[in-house]
């Protein structure tokens, strides 16, 4: 892993970049030098940290160090991909190529690694229950598709390995429940604007209902995306 760009902020001391800790983490999208949704990534950085029992007052005022770092660091460069990484007392900020997104995107159907969507109460703050989302992303790629679509054991679909879920069947955007799945950043501050006049409606779907709608997929770095089951 290519660890030129990577700098820490805070009051604590560095710690290893570890992208398979069990640590707060988020993602942002950077525009012509500007971090989108910055502060919204530190308060999600700070709400898993409290969840977790180890509070971190200090992050939010990280806000403009991080962003003059990353205005200089990109200036002149296409749009990135900014990686926080949350280690007590320190956090790790890492700027990559933006990830690109196949097309079609196909999505290999697996049960989800959480078990159930009480399974796991921290489940909804990125990081916080571990890799489990890279390790189906890399089965589903071993397999041949893009990425993993997890289902619930009772069928109902949650999320992917990279990305939240949205299917649009009749004008309206179904959202599967919250319950047991990552707090997306983009639904919530990204997909409302995109989906416009059509409505979103939280709402337990299937794979059979598939065959009745199309798959929209999302996140702070890609955007939304249509999805493709192998």
């Given at each position: 892993?290519?660890?030129t ?7 604590g001391?560095?710690a290893?970049w570890d ?5 707060p983490r988020s ?5 012509d030098?500007?971090i989108?949704?910055?502060?919204a990534?530190?308060?999600r ?7 977790a029992?180890t ?15 990353v ?5 002149g460069?296409?749009?990135?991909a ?10 790790g900020?890492?700027l990559?190529p933006?990830?690109e ?17 009480g399974?796991?109460p ?9 890799a489990?989302?890279?390790e189906?992303?890399?089965?589903a790629?071993?397999?041949?598709a ?10 109902t ?10 299917l649009?069947v009749d ?23 995109w ?13 059979e209902d598939l065959?009745?709608g199309?798959l ?7 955007g939304v995306w ?5």
């Amino acid at each position: 892993m290519d660890l030129t760009g990577l700098r820490y902020f805070g009051p604590g001391p560095a710690a290893p970049w570890d992208p398979l800790a069990v640590v707060p983490r988020s993602a942002a999208k950077v525009e012509d030098g500007h971090i989108r949704h910055l502060e919204a990534h530190l308060a999600r950085l700070k709400d898993a940290a409290e969840a977790a029992g180890t509070p971190c007052p200090w992050i939010l005022d990280q806000a403009a160090p991080l962003a003059a770092w990353v205005a200089g660091e990109a200036e002149g460069s296409p749009d990135l991909a900014l990686r926080l990484r949350l280690h007590g007392a320190a956090l790790g900020a890492l700027l990559e190529p933006l990830p690109e997104t196949p097309s079609p995107y196909r999505l290999q159907l697996q049960p989800h690694p959480l078990g159930g969507p009480g399974a796991h109460p921290l489940a909804a703050h990125k990081g916080l229950t571990g890799a489990w989302g890279q390790e189906a992303v890399l089965r589903a790629r071993t397999a041949g598709a893009d990425d993993a679509l997890l289902a619930w054991p009772d069928g109902t679909l949650a999320e992917t390995g990279l990305a939240g879920i949205a299917l649009e069947v009749d004008g309206e955007l179904w959202i599967p429940p919250p319950e047991g799945r990552v707090a997306s950043l983009a639904e919530r501050l990204d997909l409302p604007a995109w989906a416009g006049s059509r409505p979103l409606r939280v709402r337990a779907f299937r794979v059979e209902d598939l065959a009745w709608g199309r798959l929209w997929c999302f996140n702070a770095l890609r955007g939304v995306w249509p999805g493709h089951l192998t």
